[in-house]
């Protein structure tokens, strides 16, 4: 899963992205964190909104006048369950044990068990930035931990930053002078500055530790260039050419034909990017469900595309975009469908199965899909919100208003997704003809964000009805 930026990424995430920074820094920390993390549970190798996330959960702390001794040992007390429940996921779903982690570290950002269980998920999942920033802020508190430096060098060299690499290890081996495996460690980094700045000749002749690594300096410089996030045209080009030479002895590598389906998507030539999604999936090592998940976003954004290509100015445009966004619905729903059947254990295909059912108006469906979603952390009050409009549609208001009322209690936070639940519970309560009732939610909404919605105007009109 190389990392993204934020241009690479679907266009309706791009202004929740926008609309974190603005929160960031308007202070409205809480709902920076809520609009960073949509963007992640979508998205998790968007590079530069983690780097975000990471900003503001270190504001946050700031705000709350840092984090004292004893208030930080009992926050890393209370984040035990999660560490070990994001432990547990970390070898079959390094994405869950990454978002579980990075929830610790929206209330205590220097947790280190957090932290180093990130550095294993990105590591798991190619995304070397992202294992730079928590190996970062580990290197930072524990200094003289020289296996956290070693880990830190050993990334930055990977993303191409050789330089900082050996910068980090001069600080432990000032502290501890003549380690051998600090020592060894800067031979290896210094050997891989030789390498990439084009000394291999002088490298042939020491003593070979990154020539054991790499086999070739051609090999290296395709590896810094790969985990660049921004890629030029030129580059990509170059590294489509390299990649599908290298196919040839190599026909079922695993790692190039993602990196050539990636590469292709990236250039919006999708059929190509779909071909060696299918190569990989049909080798041995390609079933799993990330995959089939990136097969249907690259799959979408061909349907996205295509009709971005339409002609606008055409009298039958309206006509053909209604069409093809009902074509491409209609893949989502079919696709899902057999991704849930494939992972019928994963909640959140569960939980995206309910809102394609939700958004074609097949709620009983929708309804049995967000009550097992529920189970997902991660989505449990999203799939409680969606369920309430299930039982709002089908006029069960009861039922309706108990499972918002339920989704308030847990939501502690008083962002946009709690003033979203307290909303539709004005609604219901409408539906329900208890007007007093409404009013006191929507009121509770116009105490802080006047703009929400309609609140001002219903509010403004039950005070001038009195």
């Known amino acids: 899963m190389p990392e993204k930026s934020v241009n690479e990424i679907p266009r309706d995430l791009r202004p929740i992205f926008t609309k ?17 993390h949509q963007v992640l549970a979508r998205e998790p190798a968007v590079f530069e909104c983690r780097k975000a996330l990471r900003k503001a959960q270190a504001a946050k702390a ?50 280190s068990g957090a932290h180093r269980v990130i550095v294993e998920a990105a590591m798991a999942l190619e995304m070397p930035q992202t294992m730079v920033l928590s190996l970062e802020t580990l290197a930072k508190h524990a200094p003289k931990d020289k296996a956290v430096a070693i880990q830190l060098a050993d990334a930055l060299a990977d993303i191409g930053d050789v330089k900082r690499a050996e910068r980090v290890l001069a600080e432990p081996m000032r502290l501890l002078p003549g380690d051998a495996d600090l020592a060894q460690a800067l031979k290896n980094i210094s050997a891989r500055r030789t390498l990439v700045e084009g000394g291999y000749n002088e490298l042939a002749k020491g003593d070979g530790s990154y020539r054991d690594i790499l086999r070739n300096e051609q090999e290296a410089v395709e590896l810094e260039q790969s985990q660049r996030t921004q890629k030029t045209e030129d580059t990509a080009e170059r590294l489509i050419a390299e990649y599908e030479a290298r196919l040839l002895n190599e026909p079922n590598h695993p790692k190039l034909l993602r990196s050539l389906a990636e590469l292709y998507t990236q250039k919006k030539q999708f059929d190509r990017a779909l071909s060696y999604y299918e190569r990989l999936k049909a080798s041995d090592q390609g079933a799993d469900a990330a995959l089939d ?102 006029k069960m208001f009861d039922l309706a208003a108990k499972t918002l009322q339920n989704a308030i209690k847990e939501k502690l936070v008083f962002d946009d997704e709690k003033k979203e639940l307290i909303y539709h519970l004005g609604c219901v309560f409408e539906s329900m003809r208890k007007k007093e009732d409404a009013i ?25 009805g009195q």
Do not use: W
């Not at 974190?20 to 960073?36: I, K, P, T």
């Open 20 to 36: 974190g920074n603005d929160a960031l820094a308007r202070e409205n920390f809480d709902y920076a964190l809520a609009l960073f």
């Open 62 to 111: 700031d705000a709350k006048g840092g984090s004292g001794f004893f208030k930080k040992v009992f926050s890393s007390a209370g984040s035990l369950p999660q560490i070990s429940k994001a432990q547990m996921a970390l070898h079959k779903n390094p994405v869950e044990a990454m978002a579980i982690a990075e929830q610790v570290l929206d209330s205590d950002p220097t947790n």
């Open 293 to 394: 998940r990136a097969i249907a976003e690259t799959t979408v954004r061909r349907f996205e595309h295509e009709e971005e290509q339409l002609d606008v100015a055409a009298p039958d445009h309206a006509e053909r975009s209604a069409l093809m966004q009902a074509e491409k619905l209609a893949f989502q729903v079919a696709e899902c469908q057999k991704r849930v059947a494939n992972y019928p254990t994963d909640m959140a295909i569960r939980y995206e199965m309910g809102v394609l059912y939700f958004s074609t108006g097949k709620i009983g469906e929708a309804i049995q899909e967000f009550q097992k979603a529920q189970g997902n952390p991660h989505k449990r009050l999203a799939a409680m919100n969606y369920l309430a409009q299930c039982f709002a549609k089908r």
């Open 440 to 464: 006191e939610q929507f009121k509770l909404i116009y105490e802080t964000d006047i703009g929400y919605k309609d609140v001002a105007a219903k509010v403004d009109a039950y005070y001038a």
